[in-house]
């Protein structure tokens, strides 16, 4: 029996890399994603999975949009095995914080936090079962910011410390890790009407330690692994794949 992985924000940029990737290697996968025309491209794109694929218009801020995804899941599949809170947005027009309307302030800690709860909450019970995984994607603006991020930077610190809540929460049961991803070029992984073709130069590679921006790639490896069984020893941990960035001292010369 194929796992069933549930991928939020699963129809553009890593989550998309992430789906198609796990899609490959055999894995029933449910997109879960809000953005109604990457929905329809990744049905199109992933055509040839349908066995295994399962996409859902699904806003991971709204209890009831997370209750359907989690039940269409298990009508379809009928177990779930990991899941991937992925789905997130950044800070509305970067606005100062003194300018930042409460609004946005909410707009971004609903859809950045409490969707990653919401949907923990939902799948947690089909996870103790299958004794499964959760990797929440977080962001190296968890650890360093630049300004006027406040609500996603503090979104993505609230991320990292979910994560070690939950992994003591729930025991043996289910393992909780995190990813805080640095710079990754998803200029390919974006739906039609806003791909582009990449902009990376030679600087913005070579500043990285590991010589090179990150890929979406990077970020699917580290998902795999964490939800198989040789993480088994592994729970509450967050890994940082930014090339080496923030282990980097940078002062003006």
């Not at 699963?10 to 990737?21: D, E, N, P, T, V």
Request: aromatic residues 6%.
């Amino acid at each position: 029996m194929s796992q069933t992985i549930i991928v939020t924000g699963g129809a553009q940029g890593i989550g998309k890399c992430a789906s198609q990737y796990l899609l490959n290697q055999g894995y029933n996968v449910v997109i879960a994603d809000v953005d109604v025309e990457a929905i329809k491209e990744c049905s199109h794109e992933f055509n040839q999975f349908q066995e295994h694929l399962l996409v859902i218009k699904t806003d991971t801020s709204q209890e009831e949009s997370v209750k359907e995804c989690v039940e269409n899941t298990i009508n379809k599949f009928k177990h779930i095995h990991a899941l991937v809170n992925n789905a997130g947005i950044s800070n509305p027009n970067n606005a100062p914080v003194e300018d930042l309307a409460l609004e946005d302030w909410h707009k971004v800690i609903e859809t950045n936090l409490t969707g990653y709860f919401l949907m923990s909450k939902y799948a947690i019970p089909h996870l103790r079962q299958s004794k499964g995984a959760i990797v929440n994607i977080a962001s190296t603006r968890a650890l360093q910011s630049e300004p006027n991020t406040e609500a996603y930077a503090a979104s993505k610190g609230a991320i990292v410390a979910l994560t070690h809540a939950l992994a003591i929460s729930l025991g043996s049961d289910v393992r909780v890790n995190c990813i805080s991803p640095g710079w990754i070029d998803v200029s390919q992984w974006s739906k039609a009407s806003r791909k582009q073709e990449s902009n990376i130069r030679e600087i913005d590679n070579l500043q990285h330690p590991a010589g090179r921006v990150g890929k979406p790639e990077d970020i699917a490896l580290m998902i795999e692994y964490l939800i198989s069984n040789a993480a088994s020893f592994i729970t509450g941990q967050n890994f940082i794949i930014d090339g080496g960035m923030t282990k980097k001292m940078i002062y003006e010369e």
